[in-house]
């Protein structure tokens, strides 16, 4: 036996070969095959905030899972990953949509916008952000980007709507705090109708 082989020695070079072979293998059998018939891309371009961004997406993944924990837009919330609080919500060609409900395969080619897009390259604020905050709507602030999103997209079909009608385009949109009524004042003085 060698004397300068240790057990150590003996035992990194085994889990070094073992790695490189596994390697190259993974890599030869990546280059060698063909998309079988019936798979799925697994890289996409997704137009997010303006934005083409290149992203490896399972074909199961939701949009609310790509967004933030593939490309790192945290400000769309998680909350029942079922459709049914709103907090994930993002506008896809200017219509909201919950992000947990799509998969991230059936926006491709579509415009996606979060709540990080609305900032103007300078900084500023997005006039409804900053109504929210003038109206102090946000409480604990976990349902706010998904409230904001849905809003811009009531504003986008509706510039000028009613109380009412901002009530019913939110009502998706569940706080558990309660501060329906600041939210809602804050799409009013977006909206241009309350200063």
């Known amino acids: 036996m060698n004397p300068n082989l240790s057990r150590r020695r003996f035992i990194k070079g085994v889990i070094a070969s073992s790695a ?4 190259s293998s ?3 059998s990546a ?3 063909t998309r079988s018939a ?4 697994r890289l996409l371009i997704l137009n997010i905030n303006g934005r083409k961004r290149p992203v490896d997406v399972l074909p199961q993944e ?3 899972y790509t967004l933030r924990y593939k490309l790192g837009l945290t400000g769309t919330k998680i909350g029942c990953n ?6 994930c919500t993002v506008t896809v060609d200017d219509v909201s949509h919950y992000s947990c409900s799509m998969l991230t395969h059936s926006v491709r080619g579509r415009a996606i916008v979060t709540v990080e897009g609305l900032q103007a390259a300078n900084g500023d604020l997005h006039p409804i952000q900053q109504a929210f905050i003038d109206e102090l709507a946000p409480q604990c602030g976990f349902c706010t980007p998904g ?3 849905a809003t811009v997209a009531l504003l986008k079909e509706n510039p000028l709507p009613t109380r009412e009608e901002a009530r019913q385009a939110l009502s998706g949109n569940l706080c558990r705090c309660g501060a ?3 939210y809602l004042n804050a799409v009013m003085r977006a909206s241009g109708q309350t200063t």
């Open 20 to 23: 490189a072979a596994a390697t």
């Open 26 to 28: 993974a890599w030869y």
């Open 31 to 33: 280059t060698a095959q």
């Open 38 to 41: 019936g798979s799925v891309e």
């Open 62 to 64: 939701t949009l609310a």
């Open 82 to 87: 079922r459709g049914e609080c709103g907090a």
């Open 147 to 149: 409230q904001i999103m």
């Open 180 to 182: 329906y009524d600041h």
